[in-house]
């Protein structure tokens, strides 16, 4: 199920599943920048819940985005403060040799289906073809 706009979902209002890749909106503090990517939100330790946080209210600290592909203890760590907007990947139109699947904790990710790849020719089959 594809829409064809985004929807953008606040932090104070929903979370996404701990794990899932969303794409995230994040203001900077103190500028008029909004920095845009993906992450997903870790927990410290398997009992966590994340909760949705309002803007202003205190920021957990058991859980966090995560920009990288590492763990919790990963530099790229953003709190959850409630001024931060994320959006289903699966919201997003994908490329030609690509489609939303679910995963089995019900997290979304785009597969490539098919031969999508083309390797570089070699240097030789170049030549042949400049020729």
């Known amino acids: 199920m594809m829409n064809s ?11 996404p599943l701990i794990g899932e890749r969303v794409l995230i909106a994040h203001p ?12 997903r939100i870790l927990a410290r330790h398997e ?9 202003g209210d205190e920021w ?3 859980y966090a ?8 203890g990963s530099i790229d760590i953003l709190l959850i403060t409630g001024n931060t907007h994320w959006a289903r990947l699966d919201t997003i139109a994908l490329p030609v040799g690509a489609e ?7 997290e979304t ?16 089959s170049r030549q042949q073809v400049q020729m």
């Open 5 to 15: 706009l985004l929807r953008w979902i606040n932090e104070g209002d929903e979370l």
């Open 28 to 39: 900077r503090q103190g500028g008029d920048i909004w920095d845009i990517t993906t992450a």
């Open 47 to 55: 009992d966590v819940i994340a909760l949705p946080v309002k803007a």
């Open 60 to 62: 957990p600290t058991d």
């Open 65 to 72: 985005w995560s920009r990288g592909s590492g763990g919790f």
């Open 100 to 106: 939303h699947r679910t995963g089995p904790r019900g």
């Open 109 to 124: 990710y785009a597969a490539q289906v098919g031969d999508v790849w083309i390797p570089m020719r070699s240097l030789a």
